[in-house]
C-alpha cells in the first residue's frame, strides 16, 4: 500500500459487530467475562481498548513499523521511553528541542539519576565524543523545535548501531507524510500527536511507533504499567484526522514555502530559518530523508528587539497567537516566553532561541490571506 491509501486503510478492519465503516468509540473501562479471564480480547481498557487499538494499528502503517502506541500526550510518550533506562545511564539528545522535553529531561528524569547531554546534532559525528559504557539512548529531534535545524538521521543511526544504542526521533514537525524515521534506521518514532496527526487542534495525545517485537513488549508493558493512556474518544479524533495528513501536509508545504520566502524578501527581517532554502545549512540532508520541506518556520527581526516581536504576534489577525502548531489554523508563538520559556535563557540562546524569534505554523487557509496578515503586522 502507498502513502496516500495507508492514512485511510492503513491497519484498519472493519468494525465486526456491525461493519461499520470508521471504528466505534468503545466508551467503556471494562468488558464482561463469562469466567475469569474469559473475554473477548479486552479486559480493562488502560491495558487495550478497541477504539485506540484501531489508532495504534494505524500509526504502525503510516510510519512503516509494526507496533504503535498511543499515550495522552506527547510527553506521556517521551515519558515511557525514558522509563526504559535506569539510574546511570546517559542520553545524547540534540540541543534544539521542544521546551518540555528539554524540561522533562532534566527537571524530572536527572533527579532519578539519569544523564542528559545536549549536543548539536548537525553534523552527527559531534555524537561520538559523549558516548561511554552508560549510554543507552540517542535522542533526535529533527526538523528541530524552534530552530529548524535538520539532523542525518542515516548518520545517527550508523553511530548508534555501532554503539548499540537506541535511537528515538521525535517526528512531530516532519509526519511520515515527510519524512520516515524507522526507514532511516532510528529504532522508535515519536510524535506528539497533538499537532499534525491530529491535525485540528482538538486534541491533546503522544504516540510511539517500533518495529522490534521486544521492544514493543517493554514499552506496552510500560504503557498499561505507568496507565498514561488516551481516551477513546481522542483516539476516534486522530484516527479521523490521519486520514486526511497527506492533503493537509501538501497544502501546509505549499503555504509554508510562500511564507518563508514572502519573510525572506521583506526589509524588516533579519533571518527565516526554514529547511527548504538552498542556503540552510543542512538543505542537503533535508531534501534527502524529507519529501518536501513543512509548514513550520521560524523568523527574527532586525535589531532583535523583544517588544517589536511581542507587537508582531499581538497584530497577527488570521494567525492565532497560540502555544502548539500543525492545526489547520494558521498559529505564531514567541518562543522565548511561551514553548521554550523553561529553558534558562542562557541556554536557549546559545541555540538560537533569542527574543525577538518568531514561530509560525502555517496553516491550510488561503495563501493570499496569509501573506496579507503577515504584511500589515511588520508594517
Ligand atoms: O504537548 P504534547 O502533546 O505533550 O507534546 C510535546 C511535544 C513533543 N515534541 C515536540 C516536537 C513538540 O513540539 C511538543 C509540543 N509542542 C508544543 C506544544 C509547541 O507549541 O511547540
New binding site residues.
Partial sequence: MKFNTKVIHGGQEHDPAYGSVMPPIYQTSTYAQTTPGGHKGYEYSRTHNPTRNALENALASIENGKYGLAFG????A?DAIVKLLKPGDEVISTND?????FRLFTKIYEDFGIKFHFVGMEKASNIEAYINNNTKLIWV?TPT??MMNIIDIVAVSKISKKHNLLLAV?N??ATPYLQQPLNLGADIV?H????YLGGHSDV???ALIVKDKDLADRLYFIQNASGAICGPQDSFLVLRGIKTLHIRMQRHCENGKAVAEFLANHSKIEHVYWPGFENHPNHDIAKSQMNDFGGMISFTTKGNNYDAAIKIVERLKVFTLA???GGVESLC?HPAS??HASIPKQEREKVGVVDSLI?LSVGIEDIDDLIADLEQALK
Avoid at 73 to 76: C, M, P, V, W
Fill in positions: 500526550s506527547g510527553l506521556a517521551i528541542l521542544y521546551g518540555g522535553s529531534e523545535n524552534p521525535d512531530t514537525f515519536m506528539s500527536a497533538t499537532k491533546v495525545m503522544g502555544e502548539s502548531l508563538g511561551m514553548t514561530r
